[in-house]
Protein backbone atom coordinates (compact mmCIF):
# COMPACT_ATOMS: atom_id res chain seq x y z
CA UNK A 1 0.00 0.00 0.00
CA UNK A 2 2.89 2.46 1.19
CA UNK A 3 5.37 1.76 -2.16
CA UNK A 4 1.80 2.40 -4.20
CA UNK A 5 1.60 6.13 -3.12
CA UNK A 6 5.30 6.64 -3.45
CA UNK A 7 4.63 6.15 -7.17
CA UNK A 8 1.84 8.06 -7.40
CA UNK A 9 3.72 11.26 -5.94
CA UNK A 10 6.59 10.52 -7.66
CA UNK A 11 8.73 10.68 -4.41
CA UNK A 12 12.10 8.27 -3.95
CA UNK A 13 10.80 4.77 -2.80
CA UNK A 14 14.03 5.32 -0.27
CA UNK A 15 13.70 8.96 1.18
CA UNK A 16 9.99 7.39 1.70
CA UNK A 17 11.11 4.60 3.65
CA UNK A 18 13.74 6.25 5.92
CA UNK A 19 10.98 9.14 6.83
CA UNK A 20 8.54 6.57 7.51
CA UNK A 21 11.15 4.40 10.09
CA UNK A 22 11.62 7.66 11.39
CA UNK A 23 8.42 7.98 12.07
CA UNK A 24 7.66 4.58 13.81
CA UNK A 25 10.62 4.89 15.89
CA UNK A 26 10.51 8.87 17.55
CA UNK A 27 6.52 9.92 16.26
CA UNK A 28 6.44 13.14 14.91
CA UNK A 29 8.20 15.00 17.15
CA UNK A 30 11.69 13.67 15.16
CA UNK A 31 10.23 14.59 12.19
CA UNK A 32 10.16 18.11 13.62
CA UNK A 33 13.51 18.32 14.54
CA UNK A 34 14.74 17.07 11.14
CA UNK A 35 13.42 20.07 9.01
CA UNK A 36 14.15 23.08 11.15
CA UNK A 37 16.74 24.98 9.81
CA UNK A 38 20.31 25.09 11.72
CA UNK A 39 20.82 28.77 12.90
CA UNK A 40 24.01 30.13 10.82
CA UNK A 41 26.58 32.15 13.09
CA UNK A 42 27.80 34.62 10.68
CA UNK A 43 24.55 35.73 9.92
CA UNK A 44 23.89 36.53 13.36
CA UNK A 45 23.96 40.21 15.09
CA UNK A 46 25.37 40.63 18.61
CA UNK A 47 23.81 40.33 21.44
CA UNK A 48 23.18 43.69 22.53
CA UNK A 49 22.20 44.88 19.27
CA UNK A 50 19.67 42.18 19.14
CA UNK A 51 18.04 43.31 22.64
CA UNK A 52 17.48 47.04 21.61
CA UNK A 53 16.11 46.39 18.28
CA UNK A 54 13.68 43.98 20.33
CA UNK A 55 12.81 46.87 22.72
CA UNK A 56 12.54 49.38 19.92
CA UNK A 57 10.13 46.96 17.96
CA UNK A 58 8.11 46.57 20.98
CA UNK A 59 7.78 50.14 22.00
CA UNK A 60 6.59 50.43 18.26
CA UNK A 61 3.93 48.57 18.87
CA UNK A 62 2.99 49.92 21.80
Same mark, same amino acid.
Given at each position: ???KHVSTWDIQE *???I???ELYE???EATLQEIS????C? *??RVEEKI???VVAF???KIN
Open positions: MYL *KAFHTKKGGRRKPP *KNETSAIQ
